[in-house]
Every structure is written in structure tokens, then in C-alpha cells.
């Protein structure tokens, strides 16, 4: 009843703005995105936040779209039951999973998070409240999928679940070039035994490919158990670059399943360095366990985009067919000098789509794999350095045959940015669904940069050059926002020990 009368409120804010002719945006609560929020004309979603429910029988579960992967992950281990795709940060949205593009470690496997989705509930432009799945309007059922809310409001999906296992038994193998890593990748995607598969480039000779594999019992009674979610415990990446160091040979552990699932959360894969580098605080182990709270993703977001640092950080996904890959990463290393690179495996989704896409095909048809490469580190400290970097890496992309993720900086003109994707297809649907109201998706992710660069300029924006003023500010933002208490009260972490 709570949930028919939050979106019964929904429906009648939305068809208000089409009455008026007036375009909205949706007020979440939160974002996991690096573009600036908006402020005004939004429809406040803050209240669907729920799992409603469980079918252990059908193996499926009734989410609301503000529902987080951690809330989302105990509420169905509580039923032996997980997620096939589930994002690494914690904070991340079954919403933003399906409006957006979220592939993860299981992806090479499952897809991207949207596939496994069954139905849909949204509310469209004009305020009508309709469902969505692969037998009913499935047209925009489709092309909602990374489409970033153009086509109206998520308010509730059904998600596909499976058996939940007590550990990832989890491997990594030492490689020494990014040739030697792409073969890896794609022998482990052909092999059915791995459950979920990425890779570490710390280096252009230095790198471990991860292979996990679902399991109740460990495999060996020598294998020794591993958590990432403590404060004593160490960064994952910083664990697995140890691993390989002191090993050449494969080395495999067992992983209790949710500590794998958010094993990136504390320091944000590596992107949480960065902060020890803006305050010149030393980077070891005693301080990062001192500094634990502000190092889960939640926070650092929070203070990302308060402290106005986001304008000034490289944070890409971009993923490319297997052909080209190597050569991107030879540019990225000229380029940008930014290690460690994150790399997933992906399965496209069917054509047309608003997900990162390539035309390679197999010999039977079928859309070949692609891999994401995380680009995450610092850029150029002057903007306008920065905006000519960022719009070299996008050059360089459309040259390899790659696309980039929406969720961060996009500086295409209008043009170069619909060459990539099928117009027509997403203007018709809009048509048809009586979407055009609504902010396209250029419109949502384009920056402008010249008002950017006045608002650089402006008096009120010139404390946020003065360091380190900018950066407490972001502290203070994070602090106020208490999302350390989500790490801290994380009924996931107690599950592993449950079972272990």
C-alpha cells in the first residue's frame, strides 16, 4: 500500500510537468555519478527504498528502484539467495543498475545488470503508470536500459535471483603484459567453472587476472579465508598487488561471498589514494585503518562532489573489442600515466542499445565480448587542460572501435555523441511513448564548458582553488552525511563470519 501511494504521488507530480510542458528531474537521494546534480523541476523518488519481497520458490525478489546493492544483498541472503550481477559499491541502486550501465565481475557470464531484470513498473512522462519486461512493452523495456531515466520513472522491478554460496573461491594469476592479460581474460570467459572474472594492471608488466568461483567448501583445507571489509583488514587491490609480488605462480583464497561482492568498497578500488595525495598524509596501513570511515565509497563520493574535486579527476569506464584493447592501454600509459587499470570482461546486450556497444560478431552471429578498462586517477590541474585531455581520450576511443560509460564526464558536441548510438531508434521511442519532454541523454550527460569555466572563475568558486580548504569542506560534507555508519552497521559483514 505504501508503495502504490508513493507512486500514485509520483504520477501526479510528473503528469503536473507535462501539463506545464516542463521538463524534471529525478531526485534519488543519492548518486554514484560524477556529473553535477540536478536542482530544480525534480520528482522526488527518496522514498522507494525497499525490498518488498522475496520468492525463494521463483528465486526472484520485488525491489524499489532506491533500493542499495548492500541493503539489496542481505535482505536475499537472508534466503540462501543472491543477485547474479551485483555491483561492487555498496551504494550503488537497482535504479541507477537498470537507467544506467552497471557490468560487473559476472558480467562476462550474466551481462550487464539490466539482463537480469524481469519486469519493470514506470511511471512515464505524462504520468502514466505502466509495466515493462521482455513480453510487454518490450521495446521500451530495452531501450530504458542505459538510457538514464529518458523514458520516464522506475518505480519497482522483479530481479532474477540464484543460490547463494558461502565463499567466492578466488584466484589470481600473475601476468606480465597487457597481451599476456587480454588471453587470460578470454580463455577464463570460455570456462565454465568461473562464476566471475576482472584483472589488475598495476603496471604495463605488472598485473593479476582474478578468477572466482562459487563455492560452499573450500577446495583445500590449506586455503586460507580472506575479508576486506575491516578496518585492520587490508585494500583489496593493494592485497591481490602483494599476492603476485611475493608469488609468481597462481595463488587462490577463499572469499566469504559478500566480502567479494563489496571488496572494492573500502578506498573505492584505488581511487581513495588520491586523498592521502590532495592532504599529503602518508599512505600505509596504520592510516588507513585510522582513516577507515572516510574511505568507503559512500563517503568518498559525498566528498568528491562537495569539495568540487570530481571536475578535476579522471573517473572513466571505457570498453572496447578485444582487438584494440592492448592499444588503447599503450595511449593510456602515454597519455595519462594512470595505474592500476581495472578490467571486465563484458557481455553486450542485444542491439540497438544506450549501453557501450561494438558490431564485432562471432562466427555464429552473437555480439562478441567486450572489455572495460577503469581509467580512474588524477588529470591536468588547469580545466581547460583537462577538458583537451578528456576530449583526446574520447578521440582516441571512437578511433579503437570503443565507447565510454555515461556516469562521468562527457564532452562530445551533439554530433559525435549520437554517431555512436542508433538516433532514430531512441527518438521514435521517445515519440511513441511520449517521452520528449523529458532531458534527452545528450542533454543529461553533456558538459558545458564554457559555463563550467565561469563558474571556475567566479568569486564564489575561488575558495575551492585556495588547498586545502576544498578538500575539508568535502570532509566536512561527508561527516555530516553519516553514510559511514552504513560500513560500520553492514549486516553483510556479519555473514561471512556466520558461515565461516
Known amino acids: 500500500m505504501q508503495h502504490d501511494e508513493t507512486v500514485a504521488t509520483i504520477s501526479t507530480s510528473v503528469r503536473q510537468f507535462y501539463e506545464r510542458k516542463e521538463s524534471f528531474r529525478i531526485f534519488h537521494g543519492s548518486t554514484n555519478s560524477t556529473r553535477s546534480k540536478p536542482t530544480k523541476n525534480l520528482v522526488d523518488t527518496s522514498r522507494l527504498r525497499h525490498v518488498l ?11 524499489e ?3 542499495s546493492m548492500d541493503r539489496l544483498v542481505e535482505a536475499t541472503l537472508e534466503h540462501g539467495l543472491v543477485p547474479p550481477v551485483v555491483m561492487e559499491f555498496p551504494g550503488i541502486t537497482v535504479g541507477g543498475g537498470y537507467s544506467g550501465t552497471s557490468g560487473e565481475s559476472s558480467s562476462f557470464k550474466h551481462g550487464f545488470f539490466d539482463q537480469t531484470i524481469n519486469w519493470v513498473e514506470m511511471v512515464l512522462a505524462n504520468g502514466e503508470i505502466v509495466k515493462l519486461s521482455r513480453t510487454e512493452n518490450s521495446d521500451l523495456f530495452h531501450a530504458a536500459a542505459g538510457a538514464l531515466g529518458t523514458f520516464g520513472v522506475t518505480t519497482l522491478m522483479e530481479l532474477q535471483l540464484q543460490e547463494a554460496k558461502k565463499f567466492v573461491e578466488t584466484t589470481y594469476w600473475p601476468v606480465n603484459s597487457m597481451q599476456e592479460a587480454i588471453a587470460k581474460l578470454q580463455k577464463a570467459t570460455i570456462d565454465s567453472k568461473w562464476d566471475y572474472l576482472d584483472g589488475i594492471m598495476f603496471s604495463k608488466t605488472e598485473g593479476a587476472i582474478v578468477t572466482g568461483r562459487l563455492a560452499n567448501e573450500v577446495s583445500s583445507s590449506t586455503t586460507p579465508i580472506k575479508t576486506f571489509s575491516n578496518p585492520e583488514d587490508e585494500w583489496f587491490y593493494l592485497h591481490v598487488k602483494d599476492v603476485i609480488s611475493k608469488s609468481r605462480q597462481p595463488v587462490t ?7 567479494y561482492l563489496f571488496r572494492y568498497d573500502r578506498g573505492g578500488f584505488w581511487v581513495g589514494e588520491s586523498a592521502f595525495d590532495y ?4 599512505f600505509n596501513k596504520t592510516t588507513r585503518r585510522q582513516l577507515d570511515d572516510f574511505l568507503h565509497t559512500r563517503m568518498m563520493y559525498t566528498a568528491l562532489h562537495a569539495s568540487g574535486q570530481s571536475k578535476k579527476y579522471v573517473v572513466q569506464d571505457l570498453a572496447l573489442p578485444y582487438s584494440t584493447a592492448e592499444q588503447f592501454v599503450e595511449y593510456t600509459d602515454e597519455t595519462f600515466g594512470i595505474y592500476p587499470l581495472w578490467l571486465c570482461p563484458l557481455k553486450q546486450n542485444p542491439l540497438p542499445t544506450m549501453h557501450p556497444h561494438s558490431n564485432e560478431s562471432e562466427a555464429d552471429g552473437s555480439l562478441k ?9 588524477p588529470g591536468p590541474k588547469r580545466y581547460q587542460d583537462f577538458v583537451a585531455k578528456n576530449r583526446d581520450l574520447e578521440r582516441k576511443l571512437k578511433e579503437l572501435g570503443g565507447m565510454k560509460w555515461l556516469y562521468a564526464h562527457t564532452y562530445y558536441d551533439e554530433g559525435q555523441f549520437w554517431e555512436m548510438f542508433d538516433r532514430k531508434w531512441y527518438d521514435d521511442l521517445r515519440q511513441k511513448y511520449g517521452a520528449t519532454s523529458l532531458p534527452s541523454v545528450y542533454e543529461k ?4 564548458v564554457e559555463t563550467e569555466e565561469r563558474k571556475n572563475r567566479s568569486l564564489s568558486e575561488a575558495w575551492k582553488r585556495i588547498w586545502p580548504l576544498a578538500g575539508m569542506y568535502g570532509i566536512w560534507k561527508a561527516i555530516r552525511s553519516k553514510t559511514h555508519l552504513e560500513a560500520r552497521n553492514a549486516a553483510w559483514r556479519e555473514y561471512g563470519k556466520i558461515k565461516n
Open 445 to 448: 550527460v553533456r558538459i558545458n
Open 279 to 282: 592532504f599529503h598524509w602518508p
Open 369 to 377: 565480448q567486450m572489455l572495460n578498462i577503469g581509467l580512474w586517477g
Open 65 to 67: 528502484p532506491n533500493v
Open 53 to 63: 519481497s522475496v520468492d525463494k520458490k521463483k528465486m526472484t525478489c520485488l525491489v
Open 253 to 259: 583464497e577463499a572469499i566469504p561471498l559478500a566480502e
